[in-house]
């Protein structure tokens, strides 16, 4: 390759990354960092290059500088072709950025802010200023975008052909990078994107896992008004839903932790309850805007079928100007750290451990979940301790967990681990959860469900204890080495053989690795989520897991069964079964309440009497000490 030249060198060149590529995988990778601090990822992928080459669409000298036009979203020329040329010809070039900021940043008087302002940044920039005229540039030449907020970033991206003219992939680029320089952000704009944030809501209150979610925010008991990364949030905390738990406790008599937070958003927490507190709602858009969307803060990810040289000169050009440090940082006390949530601990207070929460659900389900909070285990990416116990507590062959509940009938399924999202593995906590599909008859036995798991954690304790003789004939505290080993040796299989996945998975997935919370080195980001780097697993983290976390006081319990009712039985805010269904209830309480050989009943909602209703999905539940 040629040494960079021009614009090239104003950049610092990271780690080699292309030497950690899988066995399959057959494109180039650069990491680099601009003048301004944006750190990049930039793929070529060499497949799409040659064939570009051979069909003669090589057209790198394309003056893109002279496409100034704001107006090029309405030229529609080449749309049908590029999108037929997709399908059989050169795949697409894709485009991922992702901030340092989510939900978890949100103030507590506007929650769902980072969600909303995701929304905003989609209705015009300053350089083009007619709204929509991205998603209409990208649309009529066979393109398409998304961007999503999680805990603690939030992810843009896009993918558009590449077959006929550069200009249109580098067009796209600086219509993307306009987002991080200069967005509208106009208020007249903002009451109809509210609507859209309201619609996403209103079809997330369906989704049950998105009900327990936000009920095991509601009730974790950390929902106080402590200020947050050093702002004072004191006279703006809204009424309401985050002012007590559900016990009815003064949200001052408690701490405060982000996890608490209603991260989704919608018309009340993003309109009426703020404006009945008198904040401006557009400042507050603009403030946090200011404050979180700057280079240092951002990692970007560029994938196309040209030479690194040429997609290092494109993204120089349009992302060198995104300022470096918060817009609204007056350099009086440096760079502001409002990113920061190191200080924020484990999310559940103790007072909502050792309970189970019974809930509705809206869909016919029965599952059972255990989740204990645990430390965070970004720094433990070498060995993973959290999916090697994941991997014995979720495994379903013979003597596992789920073949001794299969073999009762009690469950069907089982899933175990941390989770992929911000929510179970963040730069504070991770929760560790081991959830259960179960059956009628399991839902009557859920007792001896969660007996059998901890039967199964002793059994750990004990062979930890016992320990392994090592290669040099040492005996080691532990569990048999050769179940690391053989972990180590199917994810290093794995990667080597791995699929190439679709652009926009290619570019999203190196993006998220970037994320500063994940604490993954520069030099891993490609092999560093996936494969296991060390001869044994860190023991002492194991150890320290199963002997003080994975323990009944440290756990709750969520329980959502159709056997206690649906949603759609209920009076909305009443809590009591609707009338009309009251005799079908009587006799399935009848059935439910039958005693069996082993003592073990359903949950009579009749005697544990109104449920408590969480007030953004109206999810009812009941808690009761285990």
């Not at 496409?67 to 999108?83: L, M, N, T, V």
């Not at 974790?220 to 738990?245: L, V």
């Amino acid at each position: 390759m040629t040494e960079p030249t021009g614009e090239v060198e104003e950049v610092i060149l990271g780690p080699d990354l292309t030497s950690t590529r899988s066995y399959m995988d057959r494109k180039l990778y650069r990491h680099i960092t601009l003048p301004n601090g944006l750190q990049c990822v930039l793929i070529c992928d060499t497949v799409a290059l040659k064939q570009r080459k051979l069909d003669g669409w090589y057209d790198d000298d394309d003056d893109d500088d002279d496409e100034s036009d704001h107006d090029e979203a309405g030229d529609s020329s080449s749309g049908e072709e590029s999108e037929n040329n997709d399908e059989d010809g050169t795949r697409k070039a894709a485009t991922a950025l992702l901030v340092n900021v989510g939900s978890y940043h949100d103030p507590p008087y506007l929650q769902g802010l980072s969600h909303f302002l995701e929304h905003m940044l989609f209705l015009g920039t300053e350089a083009f200023p007619i709204e929509n005229a991205y998603d209409s540039f990208l649309s009529q030449h066979g393109g398409d975008d998304n961007a999503y907020t999680d805990m603690e970033h939030t992810l843009y991206h896009y993918c558009i052909p590449q077959d006929t003219h550069s200009k249109h992939v580098w067009k796209a680029l600086e219509m993307f990078s306009s987002f991080f320089k200069c967005p509208l952000l106009k208020g007249e704009m903002a009451d109809r994107e509210l609507k859209a944030v309201e619609s996403e809501f209103e079809l997330n209150k369906n989704n049950d896992d998105a009900r327990l979610s936000q009920l095991m925010s509601f009730t974790c008991g950390m929902d106080g008004d402590a200020p947050i990364m050093g702002r004072d949030w004191k006279g703006k905390k809204t009424d309401g839903a985050s002012s007590c738990n559900s016990n009815g406790s003064s949200s001052s008599e408690k701490p405060f932790h982000p996890f608490a937070k209603f991260p989704w958003g919608n018309m009340n927490s993003l309109k009426i309850e703020p404006e009945a507190k008198g904040i401006d709602v557009m400042k507050e858009l603009r403030d946090h805007y200011d404050t979180h969307y700057y280079a240092k803060n951002m990692r970007l990810v560029v994938m196309a079928g040209y030479e690194l040289d040429e997609i290092q000169r494109q993204v120089v050009q349009y992302f060198k100007d995104i300022p470096a440090n918060p817009r609204n940082n007056d350099g009086s006390d440096g760079i502001i750290t409002t990113t920061n949530l190191h200080p924020y601990k484990l999310p559940f207070h103790s007072s909502s451990l050792g309970l189970i929460y019974r809930a509705i659900p809206v869909r016919h389900r029965h599952t059972l979940t255990l989740t204990w909070q645990i430390p965070s285990i970004c720094s433990h990416w070498r060995t993973k301790p959290a999916e090697y116990l994941a991997h014995l507590l979720g495994h379903e062959a013979s003597g596992s967990i789920l073949a001794v509940l299969k073999q009762k009938d009690w469950a069907t399924g089982c899933s175990a681990g941390t989770g992929d999202d911000g929510e179970g593995n963040s730069s504070m906590h991770a929760l560790f959860g081991f959830s259960f599909s179960l059956s009628e008859e399991g839902v009557r036995h859920w007792e001896e469900v969660i007996g059998i798991v901890f039967c199964y954690l002793g059994m750990l304790k004990y062979y930890f204890n016992e320990g392994y003789v090592d290669d040099y004939g040492e005996k080691k505290e532990g569990l048999p080495r050769w179940i690391y080993d053989e972990l180590k040796s199917v994810a290093e299989l794995s990667y080597k053989y791995a699929d190439e996945g679709d652009v926009t998975d290619t570019v999203e997935v190196v993006a998220e690795a970037m994320a500063p919370w994940y604490n993954l080195p520069t030099e891993r980001l490609l092999d560093g989520d996936t494969l296991l780097f060390d001869e044994v697993v860190d023991n002492d983290c194991v150890k320290d897991l199963i002997f003080n976390y994975f323990t009944p006081t440290n756990m709750r319990v969520d329980f959502m069964s159709s056997l206690f009712g649906r949603d759609a039985d209920f009076k909305d805010g009443v809590g009591r079964l609707l009338s009309n269904s009251e005799e079908k209830k009587a006799e399935d309480n009848d059935e439910m309440t039958v005693e069996k050989d082993c003592k073990a009943t359903v949950f009579d909602i009749k005697k544990a009497g109104a449920p408590t209703i969480e007030p953004r999905f109206e999810t009812k539940f009941w808690v009761e000490a285990i």
